[in-house]
């Protein structure tokens, strides 16, 4: 007999076989001697009252042995078979690589910058000395944005693809299982470059094909139908059809796509700062206590306030975690999260942003949103100085109006200015943050302090343009055989969501004719 139930369980408690058996022996009313075995399908930390727990859903074998359940999945060779090209090697364009091969066509993955190894000396440069290689960076490269901020794997995207398949492939290819039943999965950017690569290996033991410094410049399109690209302005590579997944921030495939009269529509997003507190505050707050127990891990928290018409709100929240520059180009400041796998650093960063709407960028240009984007990073850019250097405030002297005497330590490191963060953010920005902040203080205590850092400007927390694509066959309206795909199209958001995006893309390959 099998059984579902919830439990739940001392912190210290959660790691312990013998404590979690004499829980579910409690919660069944039953003798613990029957219980033969248990899977834990989901465990949650519950913080509301003033002692935390742990949830637990837990499958129950009783009276019957359990049964071990395998997940592999066996790619067949596909060197022969149909070729699709994948212009990113992102989440989204791995995913779709792994797809195609399981649906018996070869993928042709084409990546601007360099792979994961080759583009940690770029990573290195940028932190140290402000040089940003404009097709090499935390942006740029093997496993894209997702390699290098955080390996969050936390999605609402239940309704879109098989989340659980998402998982277990990452498992597969060298993940721990705990991503399989953690509320909030998290892989850790210092892992992720191995996982990775596991994936290429993968790919390219199946017959595919994976290619860096191979920046798509045009795309061959013949009557209407797409017949290749055009890589590095010179080489021109064929297939039966193009998966678009090149991210959020390759501003020349928006750009590419407009001359060429393609269609592309300006997209609403959200613009704000990167916030910084000391973890121990976030701790202390979320866990109800002076100090963090030792078997809790670093506290994360999610905020959320309507200011009038717009929305405020976190997102991409890092415990433990690190600011990271993740310009693209020159002369523009980006700022970004991550945290390592144990979450050790002694800062809690989020990305702390207000909605964008179109209506508040004059015209009828559909980059006009990018463009709007751009300007900002550069004017952040010009006020931090240069090299990288970023404008920053104190949380409270930014809401009272007063440039901060001085900046408190904190994990950016290129290094932060003391400026009037107003100076840098569009009025009705800094209007809505100046509004929200002291509610998030009231909603969490200790988080409206001057002990925060704000640091400008989160700008890439999602797409400012849509590449539109049909409902059905998720090629665009104009071009027969072209896929626009996950973040880069405006139709994902995260490792999870961009990931099933790309397997979505690739089943509707195989319809294509």
Same mark, same amino acid.
């Given at each position: 007999?099998?059984?579902?139930?919830?439990?739940?369980?001392?912190?210290?408690?959660?790691?312990?076989?013998?404590?979690?058996?004499?829980?579910?022996?409690?919660?069944?009313?039953?003798?613990?001697?029957?219980?033969?075995?248990?899977?834990?399908?989901?465990?949650?930390?519950?913080?509301?009252?003033?002692?935390?727990?742990?949830?637990?859903?837990?499958?129950?074998?009783?009276?019957?042995?359990?049964?071990?359940?395998?997940?592999?999945?066996?790619?067949?060779?596909?060197?022969?078979?149909?070729?699709?090209?994948?212009?990113?090697?992102?989440?989204?364009?791995?995913?779709?690589?792994?797809?195609?091969?399981?649906?018996? @066509?070869?993928?042709?993955?084409?990546?601007?910058?360099?792979?994961?190894?080759?583009?940690?000396?770029?990573?290195?440069?940028?932190?140290?000395? *402000?040089?940003?290689?404009?097709?090499?960076?935390?942006?740029?490269?093997?496993?894209?944005?997702?390699?290098?901020?955080?390996?969050?794997?936390?999605?609402?995207?239940?309704?879109?693809?098989?989340?659980?398949?998402?998982?277990?492939?990452?498992?597969?290819?060298?993940?721990?299982?705990?991503?399989?039943?953690?509320?909030?999965?998290?892989?850790?950017?210092?892992?992720?470059?191995?996982?990775?690569?596991?994936?290429?290996?993968?790919?390219?033991?199946?017959?595919?094909?994976?290619?860096?410094?191979?920046?798509?410049?045009?795309?061959?399109?013949?009557?209407?139908?797409?017949?290749?690209?055009?890589?590095?302005?010179?080489?021109?590579?064929?297939?039966?059809?193009?998966?678009?997944?090149?991210?959020?921030?390759?501003?020349?495939?928006?750009?590419?796509?407009?001359?060429?009269?393609?269609?592309?529509?300006?997209?609403?997003?959200?613009?704000?700062?990167?916030?910084?507190?000391?973890?121990?505050?976030?701790?202390?707050?979320?866990?109800?206590?002076?100090?963090?127990?030792?078997?809790?891990?670093?506290?994360?928290?999610?905020?959320?306030?309507?200011?009038?018409?717009?929305?405020?709100?976190?997102?991409? @929240?890092?415990?433990?975690?690190?600011?990271?520059?993740?310009?693209?180009?020159?002369?523009?400041?980006?700022?970004?999260?991550?945290?390592?796998?144990?979450?050790?650093?002694?800062?809690?960063?989020?990305?702390?942003?207000?909605?964008?709407?179109?209506?508040?960028?004059?015209?009828?240009?559909?980059?006009?949103?990018?463009?709007?984007?751009?300007?900002?990073?550069?004017?952040?850019?010009?006020? *931090?100085?240069?090299?990288?250097?970023?404008?920053?405030?104190? @949380?409270?002297?930014?809401?009272?109006?007063?440039?901060?005497?001085?900046?408190?330590?904190?994990?950016?490191?290129?290094?932060?200015?003391?400026?009037?963060?107003?100076?840098?953010?569009?009025?009705?920005?800094?209007?809505?943050?100046?509004?929200?902040?002291?509610?998030?203080?009231?909603? @969490?205590?200790?988080?409206?302090?001057?002990?925060?850092?704000?640091?400008?400007?989160?700008?890439?927390?999602?797409?400012?343009?849509?590449?539109?694509?049909?409902?059905?066959?998720?090629?665009?309206?104009?071009?027969?055989?072209?896929?626009?795909?996950?973040?880069?199209?405006?139709?994902?958001?995260?490792?999870?969501?961009?990931?099933?995006?790309?397997?979505?893309?690739?089943?509707?390959?195989?319809?294509?004719?």
């Amino acid at each position: 007999m099998q059984k579902e139930i919830e439990i739940t369980i001392a912190p210290e408690d959660a790691g312990l076989e013998e404590r979690i058996l004499n829980q579910l022996s409690i919660a069944l009313k039953t003798d613990q001697s029957r219980i033969k075995g248990y899977k834990i399908l989901k465990r949650s930390i519950d913080a509301r009252s003033r002692k935390v727990i742990y949830r637990m859903q837990v499958k129950v074998f009783i009276d019957e042995p359990q049964i071990a359940e395998v997940f592999t999945l066996k790619y067949q060779n596909v060197t022969e078979k149909k070729r699709v090209i994948i212009v990113g090697a992102g989440p989204a364009g791995l995913f779709a690589a792994l797809q195609c091969i399981e649906n018996g @066509m070869k993928p042709i993955v084409l990546e601007r910058g360099k792979d994961v190894k080759q583009r940690r000396r770029d990573l290195a440069l940028i932190n140290k000395e *402000g040089i940003v290689n404009t097709e090499s960076n935390y942006c740029y490269g093997e496993g894209g944005a997702g390699t290098y901020s955080d390996g969050k794997l936390y999605t609402r995207s239940n309704k879109r693809g098989d989340i659980n398949k998402v998982l277990q492939i990452f498992v597969q290819h060298g993940a721990t299982d705990d991503i399989l039943v953690d509320a909030r999965p998290h892989i850790g950017t210092n892992k992720l470059p191995h996982i990775i690569t596991a994936i290429r290996e993968t790919i390219l033991n199946a017959g595919g094909e994976v290619h860096f410094d191979k920046k798509v410049t045009d795309l061959s399109i013949e009557f209407g139908r797409i017949s290749g690209v055009v890589v590095n302005d010179e080489e021109k590579l064929s297939g039966e059809a193009v998966i678009l997944a090149t991210g959020h921030s390759a501003r020349d495939i928006y750009t590419l796509l407009h001359r060429k009269g393609i269609l592309v529509e300006a997209k609403p997003f959200a613009l704000g700062v990167r916030i910084e507190h000391p973890q121990e505050i976030i701790d202390a707050a979320q866990y109800h206590c002076p100090v963090r127990s030792e078997f809790l891990p670093p506290a994360y928290y999610s905020l959320v306030e309507q200011v009038g018409s717009r929305g405020v709100f976190s997102f991409c @929240m890092c415990p433990g975690g690190i600011i990271a520059p993740c310009a693209t180009h020159e002369n523009e400041i980006v700022v970004n999260g991550w945290s390592p796998s144990k979450r050790n650093n002694p800062f809690a960063n989020s990305g702390t942003v207000v909605q964008v709407t179109l209506e508040d960028v004059a015209g009828d240009d559909p980059l006009r949103m990018m463009d709007f984007q751009h300007s900002i990073e550069q004017t952040a850019f010009v006020l *931090g100085g240069g090299n990288l250097v970023a404008p920053g405030q104190r @949380m409270v002297d930014f809401v009272e109006g007063r440039v901060s005497a001085d900046l408190p330590r904190n994990s950016y490191l290129p290094g932060t200015k003391s400026v009037m963060l107003k100076e840098t953010l569009p009025d009705f920005i800094a209007s809505s943050l100046k509004s929200a902040l002291p509610v998030f203080g009231k909603k @969490m205590k200790g988080y409206y302090t001057n002990e925060a850092i704000l640091v400008g400007v989160e700008s890439r927390s999602s797409s400012p343009v849509r590449i539109p694509r049909d409902r059905e066959t998720f090629q665009h309206p104009q071009v027969a055989g072209l896929y626009p795909c996950a973040e880069g199209a405006g139709y994902a958001g995260g490792i999870v969501s961009a990931a099933i995006d790309g397997v979505n893309c690739a089943n509707a390959v195989l319809n294509f004719n």
